[in-house]
């Protein structure tokens, strides 16, 4: 595993999200499913999200790139890239920024790429978005593209449509579109969750590969946390709205603090370890809904206690690494 976040570490942050808070008004009430989450993100690092469905992972980082629209909205907070806030940017300043300095890729490629044009022209699409260039040039950038995320004999299949390509072949398209400004920051929002464990490993290194090539800081939403152990220098923990955990990977899966990362880390089957028992969390995410004012895992928390029913601040153990639990330390 690389040491880019620990030299990094000392640094000014690329990408800093302070008191961030998303809420969505619905019928039901309102709901909260961001709740004021800190997170740095350092250069060169590959940041790793996780948490179950429901946690927010993917909601902070929409709210990012200004990707939340009506009913939700942004009520607090800010995120800080090269010393401006892009929550106070306005829409057209914030379209220049996004793809150009920092890019997402989403997780269902089929649904993302527009069946109507050929894989060619929305690569085209997002370099003329930031790019002034003769329509020659915007090609043979394409073409780059495509040989750069390994997509074979790019020149025919440039002209070819989203449905004629594998699952595994889209997510490198859409990986081609993010990176095709080389962008500084780039947001993999579950790169491989609705692919086969085989065309898996290859997204994930491809985009190993590619994050070392380019001098990128990866930012890497998950729910899976065996993806995170092997490809991220540090994770970030989320649960219900909040980030519960924060630190070095391996010092965080060697010594889990929180026990919700427990939980993630005993889901986890390892290979060739017969005896190993799999020890699923029991019951589910909390409904962000008028949630008391308690630790949000309580419900599901083996080790709860009646002094878990206040309010609870992420607390730092040491320069880095930080956990939202009074018991933290404590935990046989």
């Known amino acids: 595993m690389s040491s880019a976040a620990d030299s990094a570490s000392a640094d000014t942050p690329v990408l800093s999200i302070r008191g961030l808070q998303t809420h969505f008004a619905t019928q039901s009430g309102l709901v909260k499913a961001v709740d004021g989450v800190d997170i740095e993100v350092y250069a060169g690092e590959c940041l790793g999200i996780v948490g179950e469905s429901g946690s927010g992972k993917s909601v902070t980082f929409a709210s990012v790139l200004g990707l939340v629209r009506p009913p939700g909205r942004i009520v607090a907070g800010s995120v800080r890239y090269r010393d401006q806030d892009l ?18 890729t989403l997780q269902d490629a089929l649904t993302c790429l527009n069946p109507a044009l050929t894989v060619g022209e929305q690569i085209i699409e997002t370099l003329r978005e930031h790019r002034r260039a003769p329509s020659r040039t915007l090609r043979a950038q394409a073409l780059e593209m495509m040989a750069l995320v390994g997509i074979p004999e790019p020149a025919s299949r440039l002209k070819q449509y989203p449905h004629e390509f594998s699952g595994g072949m889209r ?8 990176l095709a400004c080389r962008p500084r920051v780039l947001i993999a929002d579950e790169p491989t969750s609705a692919l086969d464990v085989t065309i898996q490993a290859q997204v994930l290194e491809l985009l190993a590969r590619l994050r070392r090539e380019l001098g990128m800081t990866v930012v890497l939403i998950t729910h ?25 990977t391996r010092a965080l899966i060697g010594a889990a603090l929180h026990p919700y990362t427990r939980g993630l880390i005993g889901s986890i089957p390892r290979l060739g370890d017969i005896g190993h028992r799999i020890r699923p969390i029991e ?24 002094a878990c029913r206040t309010l609870i601040a992420m607390r730092s153990i040491d320069a880095r690494r930080q956990v939202r639990c009074r018991r933290a330390g404590t935990l046989a």
């Open 283 to 306: 019951g589910q995410v909390p409904e962000l809904i008028d949630l008391p004012a308690e630790c949000r895992f309580i419900g599901r928390c083996p080790y709860a206690e009646p």
């Open 87 to 104: 929550l106070a940017l306005d829409r057209k300043r914030l379209r220049a920024l996004r793809g150009k300095e920092i890019a997402i």
């Open 224 to 248: 899976d946390l065996g993806v995170v152990a092997e490809f991220c220098e540090r994770v970030v923990v989320m649960y219900a709205g909040q980030a519960v955990e924060i630190g070095p």
């Open 171 to 178: 997510q490198r398209v859409m990986l081609a579109i993010a």
